[in-house]
């Protein structure tokens, strides 16, 4: 089952635009991570914010948490062609112990056009 | 180059044959995770390895695939009398250095029943 939901499902914008994603989950985290996947390759890990954080910065990306609505936003500012990718959510549920197993959204699409 | 190598990267493959993939991270890691990912889907656990020991197997691993780590470094997933809906990425995964619950994808190996 997968947990997290992104909206929008599809975006589409021009480059130097901000791409604004968002993330649902259902169950409670010890943190939330942001992955990026070019077609047809694996994922690539982008950020981690911690369920004790609210907002976190990495170069052009902005995350925030906000876990009394189980949710997390993923900005990217200045958006270039190279960031046209799919953009997947990831939770690593507070089980009572770390055993690295994800659970990852349906993922949004990103389109940035030159 | 990501720390994790799969193969082969794309299988064809008639339905009702086995097919095997194989998992090889460059360096040591206790877990072993692998992930199955549909087209327009994210990635889904499958099952994953401590060392030599397979912990948690997913439903979605019916009786037809088998996943070892016979001396817990690579690993192999077999599927047996393959099906249609069996196409698919198979994603492999271990721990990013540096912990904090991030993992470090291969590129997958993509199968295609025919």
């Known amino acids: 089952s997968q947990q997290g939901e992104e909206d929008p499902q599809a975006l589409s914008i021009q480059e130097g635009e901000n791409a604004t994603m968002n993330c649902s989950y259902k169950?409670?985290?010890?943190?939330l991570q942001w992955y990026r996947q070019n077609s047809g390759r694996g994922l690539v890990h982008l950020i981690l914010?911690?369920?004790?954080?609210r907002e976190k910065h990495s170069g052009r990306l902005r995350v925030t948490l906000d876990t009394s609505k189980k949710s997390s936003s993923l900005l990217i500012t200045a958006s270039r062609a190279a960031d046209t990718a799919s953009y997947f959510c990831?939770?690593?549920?507070?089980?009572?112990?770390?055993?690295?197993?994800?659970?990852f959204g349906k993922g949004t699409l990103l389109t940035v056009n030159p | 180059d990501t720390g994790v190598s799969q193969d082969p990267r794309h299988k064809i493959t008639k339905r009702g044959q086995n097919v095997t993939f194989r998992c090889d991270p460059i360096s040591e890691h206790n877990r072993l995770y692998w992930y199955r990912q549909t087209l327009g889907q994210g990635p889904e656990f499958l099952t994953y390895f401590q060392n030599e020991a397979q912990l948690e197997k997913s439903r979605l691993l019916s009786d037809r695939f088998s996943a070892e780590r016979p001396k817990g470094s690579f690993s192999t997933l077999e599927i047996q009398r393959t099906e249609q809906g069996d196409s698919a990425m198979y994603l492999c995964?271990?721990?990013?250095?540096?912990?904090?619950?991030?993992?470090?994808f291969g590129a997958g190996s993509r199968l295609t029943v025919l």
């Open positions: 995964a271990t721990p990013a250095d540096g912990g904090a619950n991030v993992l470090t």
């Open positions: 914010i911690r369920s004790n954080e």
């Open positions: 990831a939770t690593d549920p507070n089980s009572g112990g770390s055993n690295y197993k994800l659970t």
């Open positions: 169950t409670s985290i010890n943190n």
